[in-house]
């Protein structure tokens, strides 16, 4: 297992669709190892392989509580079947838009067909925490970010400042 770069927005890779996974195999399995060690690592309770440039559908979550055991969550090829016309609001974060925060309205409940670790196939009926962050993911997978959803000026005033903490970043890194 190994610790992969996340990538951070502004980045065109994060707005490439990613692709359906034929099958789950040594090779998927070993990256969704890497995702859950990544997002542990970040911390973090969601991750898309996109995240770390891989354009496979394919997600990680854990959403268990700090002092409750790991529960770690894979899917392959996640696709929403069912969503409620209930709406649910939650403050939103992103590993690839690090510190910013927003609220966002998505579907209260959905159902979620994907193949779990074992290339198993299964339905997930989804509700409160679980339904927003695979919603989320998933919405990683076809190259949307939460931000998309907020106004424009909201949107470009946060991508500003994740370019500006990008340069920084990079003026320390060149200082030897
Ligand atoms: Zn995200």
Redesign the pocket.
């Given at each position: 297992m190994a610790i992969r770069k996340i990538i951070t927005e502004p980045d065109p890779i994060l707005r490439i669709k990613s692709e359906l996974v034929k099958k789950v195999d040594g090779e998927i399995k070993s990256l969704m190892k890497d995702m859950l060690e990544t997002m542990y690592a970040a911390p973090g309770i969601?991750l898309a392989a996109v995240?770390i440039g891989v354009h496979k559908r394919v997600v990680v979550m854990d959403l268990a509580k700090d002092d409750s055991p790991k529960n770690p969550m894979y899917f392959v090829n996640p696709e929403v079947i069912w969503k409620s016309e209930k709406k649910s609001i939650y403050e939103e974060g992103?590993?690839?838009l690090p510190k910013q925060f927003a609220e966002i309205e998505r579907p209260e409940e959905c159902h979620i067909k994907y193949l779990d670790f074992e290339g198993k196939e299964r339905i997930l009926k989804a509700e409160g925490l679980v339904a927003t962050c695979i919603q989320?993911e998933i919405d990683?997978l076809n190259g949307v970010l939460f931000i998309d959803y907020l106004s424009k000026l909201k949107k470009s005033f946060i991508i500003k400042k994740l370019k500006k903490a990008k340069k920084e970043n990079e003026e320390v890194h060149t200082i030897f």
């Open positions: 969601g995240q992103c590993l690839s989320h990683h």
